[in-house]
C-alpha cells in the first residue's frame, strides 16, 4: 500500500457502522466467557426484579430507604441490560457490529444509568443521615414529596448532562479504521477514532466527573462523617450497633460502585494491555448490578423478613387464608 493510499484510508469517514472487537482474541473461549455471563446477566435480572417485587408487594417497606432500594435496582437492570445482552450476541457471531446510531444510543443509556446511580447514592446517604442524625424528625424531612424530589434531579441530571456530552461526541467525525477496541461503546475508544480537536469533549468529561461523580462521593463521605460522630455518642453498644446495621448495606453498595469506578479508571492509566482493559470494564459492568440485590438480601433482616412473609402467602391456600 503506498502512502497516499494509506492516508486515504486514515481519512476516511466513517458513515455507517462500527466493527466491537471485544473479546475476538479469546477464540474459542468465547462460548465459556458467553456461558459465564449468561448466567450472571440472569442472575442479577433475577435478583433485582425480586428486590422490586418484595418492596411493592410489602407496605412494611414502603418506606424512603426501599423507595430509592427499587430505583436502585432499575438502574442496575438498565445499566447491565445496555451492554450484556449484545456481548452474549457478538460472542456467538463472527460479524460483531453496531450502527452508528445503535452505538450513541449504547453510550447515552450506558452514561445515564452510571451517572444517576452516583447521584441516587448520594441521596441515599442523606437518607441514612437523616435517619440516624435526625430521628425524630426523620418522616418530616424524608417526605414522600422530598423522596420522590431527590430521586427525580438525580435522573434529571444523567439524562441532560449525559445528553449534552454524548450529543457532542457523536456530533464529531469519525475516521480511519471503524473497528472499535472494546465490548461496547465506551466515550475513550470512540475519542480516539475523532479525525477532530477532543480537547472540548476531554474538558466536558473531566467538568462532569469532578462535579457529578466525585461531587456525589464528597456528599457520601460527609453524611458519613456526621453519621459514625452521632453513632460513637449512643450511650449503648446495643444501640450503636443497631444504628449502624441499617447504613451497612448501603455503605457495602457505595465501595462496590465506587471501587470499581476506581480500579476501573486506575487500570486504564496505567495499563498499556487492552485485554487488561476489556477485563477490567467487564468488571465494572457485571459486578456492581449483581451484588447489589444479593447485598441488601443478605444484609437486611427486613428484606429478609419480607422475603419469608411474601413466600408463606403464597405458599399458603386463599381460602385457608381466610
Known amino acids: 500500500?503506498?502512502?497516499?493510499?494509506?492516508?486515504?484510508?486514515?481519512?476516511?469517514?466513517?458513515?455507517?457502522l462500527f466493527i466491537l472487537v471485544g473479546f475476538s482474541y479469546l477464540n474459542e473461549m468465547q462460548i465459556a466467557l458467553f456461558l459465564v455471563l449468561l448466567i450472571i446477566y440472569l442472575l442479577t435480572l433475577t435478583g433485582n426484579l425480586l428486590v422490586i417485587l418484595l418492596i411493592k408487594l410489602n407496605f412494611s417497606l414502603h418506606t424512603p430507604m426501599y423507595f430509592f432500594l427499587v430505583n436502585l435496582s432499575t438502574l442496575d437492570i438498565c445499566f447491565t441490560t445496555t451492554v450484556v445482552p449484545q456481548l452474549l450476541v457478538h460472542l456467538l457471531v463472527e460479524e460483531k457490529t453496531i450502527s452508528i446510531a445503535g452505538c450513541a444510543a449504547q453510550s447515552y443509556v450506558f452514561a445515564i444509568m452510571g451517572l444517576t446511580e452516583c447521584c441516587l447514592l448520594s441521596a441515599m446517604a442523606y437518607d441514612r443521615y437523616v435517619a440516624i442524625c435526625h430521628p425524630l424528625h426523620y418522616t418530616t424531612i424524608m417526605s414522600?414529596?422530598?423522596?420522590?424530589?431527590?430521586?427525580?434531579?438525580?435522573?434529571?441530571?444523567?439524562?441532560?448532562?449525559?445528553?449534552?456530552?454524548?450529543?457532542?461526541?457523536?456530533?464529531?467525525?469519525?475516521?480511519?479504521?471503524?473497528?472499535?477496541?472494546?465490548?461496547?461503546?465506551?466515550?475513550?475508544?470512540?475519542?480516539?477514532?475523532?479525525?477532530?480537536?477532543?480537547?472540548?469533549?476531554?474538558?466536558l468529561g473531566f467538568t462532569v466527573t469532578v462535579l457529578f461523580i466525585l461531587g456525589p462521593f464528597l456528599l457520601i463521605v460527609l453524611s458519613y462523617i456526621h453519621i459514625v460522630s452521632t453513632i460513637l455518642k449512643l450511650p449503648s453498644a446495643e444501640g450503636r450497633r443497631k444504628a449502624f446495621s441499617t447504613c451497612l448495606s448501603h455503605l457495602t453498595v457505595v465501595t462496590v460502585f465506587y471501587g470499581l469506578l476506581l480500579i476501573t479508571y486506575l487500570g486504564a492509566k496505567s495499563s498499556s494491555n487492552s485485554e487488561s482493559d476489556l477485563l477490567i470494564s467487564l468488571l465494572n459492568t457485571i459486578v456492581s448490578p449483581a451484588l447489589n440485590p444479593i447485598i441488601y438480601a443478605l444484609r437486611n433482616k427486613e428484606v429478609n423478613a419480607a422475603f419469608r412473609k411474601t413466600v408463606q402467602k403464597s405458599s399458603v391456600p386463599q381460602h385457608w387464608r381466610n
Open 1 to 16: 500500500m503506498t502512502s497516499s493510499e494509506s492516508d486515504l484510508g486514515r481519512n476516511q469517514t466513517i458513515s455507517d
Open 144 to 203: 414522600v414529596q422530598v423522596c420522590a424530589q431527590l430521586a427525580g434531579v438525580s435522573w434529571a441530571i444523567g439524562v441532560f448532562v449525559e445528553g449534552a456530552e454524548v450529543t457532542w461526541v457523536f456530533s464529531l467525525p469519525f475516521c480511519g479504521s471503524n473497528r472499535i477496541h472494546h465490548f461496547f461503546c465506551d466515550f475513550s475508544p470512540l475519542l480516539n477514532m475523532a479525525c477532530a480537536d477532543t480537547s472540548k469533549n476531554i474538558a
